[in-house]
């Protein structure tokens, strides 16, 4: 682990903010270096409210959009609502569908078969749609590349609608409008939003044009939060709003979907981390194992009954997907090492057999084991699929554009993409692969990096530093969980290993006395998950460095603070 500690702000900077705050140092230069600085900022952040959120209307298009879909209901249309099968597109299907059928019976939902027609708009859902007598398709998380699908739509007399949040080509669809703040030509205030967000956004336009008010939108607030923290964008501007008001909803009044869910887990309060660990993966489980239209379904249903059956029957595509993804992520770490590419700048994979529903999971936990942008192919239809999942701070997509040449198509964000191409093209692409990302990778970004917000001595650890630090979530990309480093840290002689072959490490610790700014000695109790292999570095009277994040932990009823080891030296 590579241990980075961020910069540290000016010092005048601090003492401004921290008397202008009326907190200590350490909380003024965590807001910082979130690029918080003033009072006002300070204020949305802790106290997010839903009127920090952006007019609908100044988003490219919007006007558009809900032109075209007020014509439909007046005209008795029929309206197919079209989305990616990962919880991003479900969610968002489920969300603009269920608004529009409070008022508008004539709404139908369609989420693409992920292996008869894979990622996007596909020609099939068109066809459904021509078929079946829609003459309006709205496409959630996906669309902006469709060009040739819109234009295909638009032969059979079918509209669209496009509500994406991926990055454009350099051609647009010829749809009727084409919401997506990442459009070169939208000047709308926050780029951020996922799929679900930008659906938020149509439906929230929508309704004021009822005379409704954002708080008649707040039971739509679950499905914004799962889709923002499954989808990993970051959780600032209007999405830290949208995902502070949707966890209040989960953790209050969840739809009947999710509370099926949640009715399993004895938990009594869920944060995003749950939410990304939890629901998501669960709803994605669908997509991956039978067909999106599963999640869908659960997350319309309004019968406990039947939620908790369709509940049930997700809950076994999840236990499904689990196994699998651990038996190909063996198979793919043996096929790297049988190929003689541990030492390679890339990770890239492919078996025929392997499932295409958990091909992305895979690829994230071989980065696990080899850190380096990673693809595993499988073969769909007559051509192979791949999902890529990069390492911090290097862009795969732009990595896969330099290899276009290979690829039928491909898509994605910084971090994560999707492609396909001719089975006689992946020798050529895999090699052309490791040649761009050698030559454009730093080395640094190959080993994993703890970025440490602030040094720390125990001492400064008291109840009110967590209790201000709790209101620093909901945490995610753009606010991490704050991460500290203590040094010179003693073990009180009670670590050790625990859990299934003592993997993880348990401890108390102190700090050498020495080194402290203040009088008195605490201690507190530390665990490390997946660090039990580092009980030898702690055991004796010897020092070592640790990097840990705040937490509370519940016993008995008793809380109290503890230390989440991330790393130790």
Not at 122 to 128: A, L, N, P, V, Y
Not at 195 to 217: H, N, W
Request: hydrophobic share 40%; net charge negative.
């Amino acid at each position: 682990m590579r241990w980075t500690i961020k910069p540290k702000s000016d010092p005048k900077e601090i003492e401004h903010l921290a008397m202008e705050l009326n907190v200590d140092a350490l909380i003024a230069q965590l807001l910082l270096q979130r690029d918080i600085s003033t009072y006002e900022e300070a204020k949305q952040f802790f106290r997010p409210e839903l009127s920090h959120l952006h007019d609908p209307f100044l988003m490219k298009d919007m006007d558009k959009a809900v032109e075209r879909i007020e014509l439909a209901i007046a005209n008795n249309e029929n309206i197919l609502v079209y989305g990616d099968y990962d919880v991003d597109g479900t969610t968002a299907v489920a969300l603009l569908s269920s608004f529009l059928q409070e008022s508008y019976p004539n709404v139908a939902t369609y989420i693409p078969d992920r292996y008869a027609e894979g990622y996007g708009v596909s020609f099939q859902g068109i066809d459904f749609a021509s078929d079946n007598d829609f003459s309006l398709i709205i496409a959630l998380d996906c669309g902006v590349k469709a060009v040739e699908q819109v234009a295909y739509a638009k032969e059979k007399g079918i509209d669209f609608i496009v509500c994406d949040h991926h990055r454009p080509g350099d051609t647009l669809p010829e749809a009727v409008a084409i919401l997506d703040p990442k459009r070169e030509d939208c000047t709308y205030p926050y780029k951020e939003l996922c799929g679900c967000g930008v659906g938020f956004k149509l439906i929230q336009a929508l309704s004021s044009r009822e005379g409704r008010t954002i708080d008649d939108l707040i039971p739509y607030l679950d499905l914004v939060a799962t889709a923002i923290g499954a989808d990993i964008v970051p959780i600032t501007g209007e999405n830290r709003v949208l995902a502070y008001y949707g966890l209040k909803v989960i953790n209050t009044n969840p739809r009947i979907g999710f509370k099926a869910i949640i009715d399993q887990i004895k938990k009594k309060e869920l944060t995003i981390t749950d939410v990304v660990f939890i629901i998501a993966p669960r709803i994605n489980a669908a997509g991956r194992m039978k067909h999106g239209q599963h999640a869908v379904n659960l997350l319309k249903e309004t019968d406990l009954t039947i939620a908790q059956k369709f509940a049930a029957e997700i809950e076994q595509y999840n236990a499904d997907r689990k196994n699998l993804d651990k038996e190909i992520t063996e198979e793919a770490l043996q096929q790297i090492q049988e190929n003689g590419e541990e030492e390679r700048f890339t990770s890239v994979v492919y078996n025929q057999d392997w499932h295409k529903g958990v091909i992305g999971i895979v690829a994230s936990r071989l980065t696990e084991t080899y850190y380096r942008p990673t693809l595993v192919f499988t073969k769909s239809g007559d051509k192979l699929a791949a999902s890529a999942r990069s390492v911090k701070g290097f862009d795969v997509y732009n990595a896969l554009e330099k290899c276009s040449d290979y690829l039928e198509q491909f898509g994605g964000h910084k971090y994560a993409a999707g492609l396909t191409l001719l089975e006689e093209q992946y020798e050529n692409f895999k090699k052309q692969f490791e040649k761009v990302v050698a030559e454009s990778i730093e080395p640094r970004l190959l080993e994993p990096e703890i970025s440490i917000d602030s040094k720390i001595d125990l001492n400064q650890i008291n109840p009110k530093l967590m209790r201000i630090l709790k209101q620093f979530a909901p945490f995610g990309p753009g606010n991490m969980t704050p991460i500290f480093m203590a040094e010179k840290l003693m073990d009180t002689g009670y670590g050790k290993g625990v859990g299934e072959d003592e993997k993880h490490l348990k401890c108390k610790l102190v700090q050498d006395p020495n080194i402290t700014s203040s009088a008195g000695e605490k201690s507190f109790d530390a665990i490390g998950f997946n660090l039990g292999q580092k009980l030898d570095r702690i055991m004796g009277k010897s020092s070592f460095d640790a990097v840990f994040s705040l937490d509370e932990n519940e016993w008995n009823g008793q809380v109290s603070l503890q230390l989440k080891l991330r790393d130790i030296r």
